[in-house]
């Protein structure tokens, strides 16, 4: 079945230093989807990725869907500590179904 | 009011107890979803239903079984709770359509099963 691996598994950042994480799916993709939790909280729709090469950016994010859309990237340039919490990409193929990626998490120090 | 509901938020029971967790949800989506989150291992769909007549098992399913009473709730149960059922569990809904799919949480039922 579908698999979608994401890295890295957490990532410590200082405050003001980039950020990003990558996705890869293991079949081509219609759309990818990422989602922020943070602590203690529940997932939350970031941005919908569908065409190939795409790229998106809201603020500080930027958003990125690869040529063969297989894989996808998420940057943040200048972190905050309001950054902090857990990304997750979550892949659709053929299915309708999200395949999610194990997540990273962020920590950003002060 | 969250528009995706889930109840109980926390609860704690011991092998062998069988457990409902329900879900409730006001944006009128057809598309429900269980998903199981566990520290390092990200979110594992359980079960889904794209409509009331329709149930779908997910990657995780063993151990599980789901009631689709109403396009607004859908429930997830323990019939017999293990220790390794102790989790976070989150329900989610969508609109149909491939690219308008952004899924909705619930604020997640944190299970202990002892």
């Known amino acids: 079945g579908q698999q979608v691996m994401q890295i890295p598994q957490y990532q410590h950042v200082q405050e003001g230093e980039d950020f990003t994480t990558y996705c890869n799916s293991s079949t081509t993709l219609s759309n990818i989807q990422w989602y922020k939790q943070r602590p203690g909280g529940h997932p939350v729709f970031l941005i919908q990725l569908v065409k190939s090469g795409e790229v998106k950016k809201q603020k500080r994010l930027t958003f990125q869907f690869g040529e063969a859309k297989k894989n996808s990237s998420l940057h943040i340039t200048a972190t905050q500590t309001t950054d902090v919490g857990t990304y997750f990409c979550a892949g659709r193929g053929g299915s309708y179904i999200p395949t999610f990626g194990r997540g990273t998490s962020l920590i950003v120090h002060p | 009011d969250a528009d995706v509901t889930q109840t109980p938020r926390n609860r704690i029971t011991k092998t062998g107890k069988r457990i409902m967790l329900e879900c409730s949800q006001t944006?009128?989506?057809?598309?429900m979803y269980w998903y199981r989150q566990d520290p390092g291992l990200g979110l594992r769909l359980i079960y889904y239903s794209f409509d009331v007549k329709d149930i779908n098992k997910g990657e995780i399913s063993d151990g599980y079984s789901v009631s689709r009473q109403a396009q607004a709730k859908f429930s997830l149960s323990l019939e017999s709770a293990i220790p390794n059922q102790t989790a976070l569990y989150f329900c989610?809904?969508?609109?149909?359509?491939?690219?308008?799919?952004?899924?909705?949480f619930g604020e997640g039922s944190r299970l202990t099963v002892l």
């Open positions: 944006k009128g989506h057809d598309r």
């Open positions: 989610a809904t969508s609109g149909t359509g491939i690219n308008t799919g952004e899924l909705f």
